[in-house]
């Protein structure tokens, strides 16, 4: 057990709907990240923050945004989804900002028809 | 800039036999190099780090990796694959506050 919490572990919406995917770090740890995981993207980093600020971007797109909350819990907001948008939704939690182990949690699969 | 290259995008063993699973990275740092390991619909797994210590690193259910900065390389071993080691397996390299993943190695293993 990685101790990262993602709820919840399964998702079935229609195209054009908004979803909000909930990250819960392991303990201790202050930063969050969250990946998205498809067959033909395969792994793709979205969004990094540190201690509720944002600390780094990927591909993420400007449908999709994220917050990191006082408690550290951190939401990952989907919206005018698209069929594409279906994938698996990895958070990882780390203690540092930067070269520390990634704590993943299980995903959430999000699956848009 | 950095980034990193796993060679193979599958690889197959027969239980018992050694594992191989090959990385290359590029940084402009001091990198830190980590192996992950996913199972199907799980999130990935820490398997092992290195973090400028020692060169061969030990991880977790018998892998280790060996860091050779001459040769760019950060490739994971296993003296016996088990049927549990089945996975997709991801070389990361991290410096400067700037993470890469590998494209991922699916591992499959034969009885």
């Known amino acids: 057990d990685s101790g990262v919490t993602q709820t919840p572990k399964h998702l079935i919406t229609a195209t054009g709907q908004r979803v909000t995917l909930r990250c819960s770090p392991r303990s201790g740890d202050l930063s969050v990240y969250w990946y998205q995981q498809s067959l033909d993207q395969g792994l793709q980093f979205l969004i990094q923050y540190y201690n509720g600020e944002e600390r780094a971007k990927g591909n993420i797109l400007e449908r999709f945004s994220a917050q990191q909350f006082p408690d550290l819990h951190s939401e990952l907001n989907l919206s005018s989804l698209e069929l594409g948008d279906s994938a698996l939704y990895f958070c990882a939690s780390s203690i540092g900002a930067g070269n520390s182990p990634l704590h993943f949690g299980n995903g959430t699969r999000l699956t848009v028809t | 800039a950095q980034s990193v290259t796993q060679l193979d995008s599958h690889v197959s063993v027969s239980e018992g036999t050694p594992v191989l699973l090959r990385c290359n990275y590029s940084s402009s740092y001091s990198p830190s190099l980590f192996w992950y390991v996913q199972h199907p619909n799980k999130g990935l797994q820490l398997l092992l780090k290195?973090?400028?210590?020692?060169?061969l690193v030990k991880g977790i259910n018998g892998f280790e990796a060996e860091f050779k900065k001459s040769e760019t390389s950060f490739h994971l071993t296993k003296p016996s694959a088990h049927m549990s080691d089945a996975a997709e397996y991801f070389c990361v390299v991290s410096g400067n506050n700037d993470m890469r993943f590998g494209a991922g190695t699916r591992l499959t293993v034969k009885p």
């Open positions: 290195y973090t400028s210590a020692a060169t």
